[in-house]
């Protein structure tokens, strides 16, 4: 079954350090993915997406994210965290057959530190 | 440009009473649309989609239905709401099934 794991509930940065999120899927053949930010009592914005091409992605607001077939892993980063990046992030996985289904992680909170 | 609005964005509700929960798109036609919920600190679970008007597949069995009288309006409807039914409902919608999905602002649901 699909299914997509972020295994950090929470993460803490001081503004200005480096960002990694982890995510790892599992799906039988090559997915569509997406990172999304959900501030709080919002909607989800979309960060970035990858179906195909380039391995290293960008987004917005600075953020990139790299395609990992080997390791099944979309890990999101961000080279100089600032304190309005402090929100929850999800990676979701998306079939490249007729599924129409997103499937999403259970989220990594961001912290920044001042 | 297409904007997506969900209606209303808070809601309390008492156990047993019913729910209707809007989504309307604008600036595109034929939109595939969804309906998530997110409950407290979980990540987002698809409940219901829409490929057009009139026609719903239901991810999950449960006292919730959906229905989509015109293209671009998908609404959320419970007969009689239950505790569990408390959480953060999402609307999206798509291009085609294999497009980025983009979200509105949400709609917060407690029921007590």
């Known amino acids: 079954a699909q299914s997509v794991t972020q295994p950090d509930i929470h993460i803490t940065v001081s503004e200005g350090a480096s960002l990694e999120l982890r995510c790892n899927y599992s799906y039988g053949a090559t997915p569509y993915l997406f990172w999304y930010v959900q501030s709080p009592g919002q909607g989800l914005q979309l960060l970035l997406k990858?179906?195909?091409?380039?391995?290293l992605v960008q987004g917005i607001k600075g953020f990139e994210a790299e395609f990992k077939r080997s390791q099944s892993s979309f890990n999101l980063r961000k080279p100089s965290v600032h304190w309005s990046d402090a929100a929850e992030y999800f990676c979701?996985?998306?079939?490249?057959?007729?599924?129409?289904?997103?499937?999403f992680g259970s989220g990594t909170r961001l912290l920044v530190r001042p | 440009s297409q904007t997506i609005h969900q209606w209303p964005a808070t809601l309390v509700q008492p156990v047993g009473s019913p729910l209707s929960l809007e989504c309307t798109v604008e600036?595109?036609?034929?939109?595939?649309l969804y309906w998530y919920r997110q409950a407290a600190g979980r990540g987002l679970q698809l409940l219901f989609y829409s490929v057009g008007i009139g026609q719903i597949s239901s991810e999950v069995p449960q006292n919730l239905s959906a229905s989509r009288p015109q293209d671009r309006q998908f609404i959320l409807s419970s007969k009689k709401l239950l505790l569990s039914d408390s959480g953060f409902y999402l609307c999206?919608?798509?291009?085609?099934?294999?497009?980025?999905?983009?979200f509105g602002p949400g709609t917060r649901l407690l029921v007590l």
């Open positions: 979701a996985v998306a079939g490249m057959d007729s599924s129409y289904k997103l499937i």
């Open positions: 600036g595109t036609s034929n939109p595939n």
């Open positions: 990858y179906f195909s091409g380039d391995t």
């Open positions: 999206a919608w798509s291009r085609t099934v294999q497009e980025t999905q983009y």
